[in-house]
């Protein structure tokens, strides 16, 4: 076979070697009577026009990924319980597959759409409820992901960009952290990296499929996470308006197909669910109007960019300014909160994505090298600024979203530059990324100044030496360069691989999570609350009193965590909760070691952020008589009500959804459900009717009637109410 290289794709410059880029135009078809090779030596051997050893080590990057993420992956049992309560009804009731309900009675649905629940609801159908059936699936779309963006880098560039991109993914923390995580955002991780594929696939050669195909997958991307799958259209669309290689009017009308295809995708379950009576399915959560609508374009929409998000637990702070949610700015992917989740080649990917652009400023139009870098790397610009500066609820592992776009660019700018190394300003720019990369490494783990303190100079001085046999050694010897590039590379991958390790060495529970060892990440939503050094989130009493100790100490939520060395939660023994306000409501394991935060489950009745731990006396109360119920008992707010409904495998309401704020059931629907024999108990959450509700809220006024009118049965240290037997007078 002849291979081809179009330099006006590729620009002016050396050759493309082995490890360069492949043929711009599609490898040829057989040819007739030309024997086919068996299907087995295809799949190890790849493309014709490859190197040998492509393939085999593309297979052994995905066979890798695969048993790092798989390690120990039970050590999370059910991960965010909040979620695997919902898989738990979704694989015993179709209609809360369908609605993606907390519960199989159908009480109330999570406060995302059910898409990034489906995969682990067939799975726990067919293999049972357990910590792998629920897990494995998010592990097999994060190797899907490191396929997809290797995929993406190697069809333009090389299979050796293409493996760096896909290494750069897989060892990324907050990657590692996700894709082992039963939150929305692995499936939103991989259908957004498939959209820029699509896209650049489209750009290639005009056909109207490929950009179609993207649309559908920025539709299924909405049904796993709302909003944030629209964050990467005004790039995608753009790249392709401008650089597609066909007239105008027929770029604009592809791109008209896309948005429908788009629209089809994302909008048919939306318009089922606004048109579906009310009544007869279940409550959406997050919302105040029980409107899937509302909950997009507030709770979960533009609630997250102004930080006026009815329901939420607190609002955040203005552009430069620290709210609940940590501090907003240019800097904040670099800043203690979030920097060691994703930052780590950040400063790289920037140079790089500039590099290319300044590589390709003189191809032509089409140039779909440029199209790649302008894709892939304006997907990453324009999440890192709406990160950046959102002022609504953010968590550091939100920032798994960055991962394939800047893995994409670090394996496309290195190949690039590698290819013109020759060049003074492309050596010394690929010796500036390996400098940043390292340089901003070491910051990294100076952080974690216990954490292997080794590390640091090593990798520092691994880059600085790599960085200056590039600038030295590339116009002398290509192998010299090359080994400068892999000293580079390595020195580069050093402290997120440590990180990554670490990730994978233990188990995550709760809401909220980070990547890397204790004390990584400073934000009050850290580690489930790692933080703890500095105060933390105020603790709460029974009655829902803010205590000022944790207020004064921690500043609220950014000054350090909850549990440790910082405040009380809801739920949490109150001698750990004790510094952080007074935080003694139920009496209860601790949310989580000192200073490490809420690991594991809390203790007790629960809280917002973590559940309750079930003992068996309460198991078997629960179980008791459930099948006569619709909801075996009902508790404030998802959490503690998932931990009981994962227990005994009967429907548990949660009474005002997640944070026990939205307004169902009402104090008259829960009267009318007690009245009918619906319920069996009500579970005493200590929680003063919800975290961001008040006396007058619903969750209270069903407190309040319930403490009144019915029995109370304490086992152990959890208080439940019998709603079948009225108090004594």
């Known amino acids: 076979m002849t291979t081809h290289y179009d330099r006006t794709t590729y620009g002016t410059g050396p050759a493309p070697s082995s490890w360069g880029p492949p043929p711009t135009t599609a490898p040829a078809a057989p040819q007739a009577g030309e024997p086919k090779q068996p299907v087995v030596r295809r799949l190890w051997r790849g493309r014709p026009e490859d190197p040998r050893w492509a393939r085999p080590a593309f297979l052994g990057l995905l066979a890798v990924t695969l048993l790092l993420y798989l390690y120990d992956l039970s050590a999370s049992g059910y991960a965010n319980s909040f979620y695997s309560a919902a898989v738990q009804a979704g694989s015993t009731s179709w209609k809360a597959f369908f609605f993606g309900s907390l519960d199989a009675g159908n009480a109330i ?243 790089l994505f500039a590099a290319g652009l300044v590589a390709t400023r003189k191809l032509k139009r089409t140039s779909v090298t440029r199209a790649s870098f302008l894709v892939w790397g304006g997907s990453l610009l324009m999440t890192v600024i709406v990160f950046s500066y959102m002022a609504g609820i953010f968590h550091q592992y939100y920032t798994v979203a960055l991962a394939p776009y800047l893995a994409a660019v670090i394996g496309m700018g290195s190949a690039l530059l590698w290819e013109k190394r020759r060049e003074t300003w492309a050596s010394l720019t690929l010796a500036a990324a390996v400098v940043a990369s390292a340089a901003w490494g070491y910051v990294l783990l100076n952080r974690t100044p216990d954490y292997l303190p080794w590390l640091r100079n090593l990798a520092l001085v691994g880059g600085l030496a790599a960085a200056l046999g590039l600038i030295f050694a590339g116009r002398i010897n290509r192998r010299l360069a090359l080994g400068a590039a892999v000293v580079g590379l ?177 104090l008259a629907q829960f009267q009318q459900y007690v009245t009918d024999g619906k319920i069996h108990y009500f579970i005493a959450s200590g929680t003063g009717g919800g975290m961001g509700g008040n006396s007058n809220g619903t969750s209270s006024q069903i407190t309040s009637w319930v403490e009144k009118n019915f029995k109370k049965v304490t086992v152990g240290s959890a208080t439940f109410y019998d709603l079948t037997q009225k108090a004594s007078s």
């Open 109 to 351: 649905t999570v406060d995302k759409p059910p898409a990034s629940l489906w995969p682990m609801e067939l799975s726990v159908r067919i293999f049972g409820l357990n910590s792998w059936a629920i897990l494995v699936p998010e592990v097999l779309m994060g190797v899907a992901t490191v396929a997809v963006v290797y995929a993406g880098v190697r069809r333009r560039f090389s299979p050796g960009a293409g493996l760096i991109a896909g290494a750069v993914l897989a060892l990324t923390p907050v990657a590692a952290l996700m894709f082992r995580f039963n939150n929305p955002d692995a499936m939103l991780a991989l259908l957004m990296a498939l959209a820029c594929y699509l896209v650049v696939r489209a750009v290639e050669d005009g056909r109207t499929k490929w950009l179609v195909w993207a649309g559908v997958a920025i539709g299924f991307a909405f049904l796993a996470k709302t909003l944030q799958a629209f964050l990467i259209l005004p790039p995608l669309a753009i790249v392709y308006a401008v650089c597609a290689p066909v007239p105008v009017r027929k770029r604009f009308g592809q791109l008209a197909l896309a948005t429908g295809a788009l629209i089809a995708s994302g909008g048919w379950w939306v318009a089922i669910v606004e048109l579906w009576p009310a009544a007869s399915r279940p409550y959406i959560g997050g919302s105040q109007n029980n409107s899937f609508l509302e909950l997009t374009f507030g709770y979960n929409g533009f609630g997250r960019l102004s930080g006026d998000e009815t329901g939420s637990v607190g609002g955040g702070g203005g552009a430069g300014g620290t709210g609940q949610w940590g501090e907003t700015g240019w800097d904040r992917m670099f800043n203690s909160e979030i920097g060691s989740q994703i930052s780590w080649l950040l400063p790289a990917a920037l140079i």
């Open 490 to 666: 390595v020195a580069a991958l050093a402290g997120p691989t440590a990180y990554t390790i670490s990730t994978l060495r233990q188990g995550h529970t709760g809401s909220i999570v980070t990547a890397g060892p204790a004390g990584a990440s400073m934000m009050g939503g850290g580690g489930g609350m790692r933080g703890g050094f500095g105060g933390g989130m105020p603790g709460w009493n029974q009655q829902g009193q803010q205590g000022q100790q944790g207020q004064q100490n921690g500043n609220g939520f950014p000054g350090g965590g909850f549990g440790g060395n910082g405040g009380g939660m809801p739920g949490q023994n109150g001698q750990n909760g004790q510094n952080g306000g007074n935080g003694q409501t139920q009496q209860g394991g601790s949310g989580g070691r000192t200073g490490g935060g809420m690991r594991g489950g809390g203790g007790g009745a629960g809280g917002l952020l973590n559940g309750a731990t079930v003992s068996s006396q309460a198991k078997k109360l629960l179980e008791t008589d459930s099948s006569k119920y619709t909801w075996a008992a009902a508790a404030i707010g998802a959490q503690n009500a998932a931990s009981y409904q994962l227990s005994t495998g009967d429907p548990v309401m949660a009474i005002g959804g997640f944070n026990g704020t939205d307004p169902s059931p009402t």
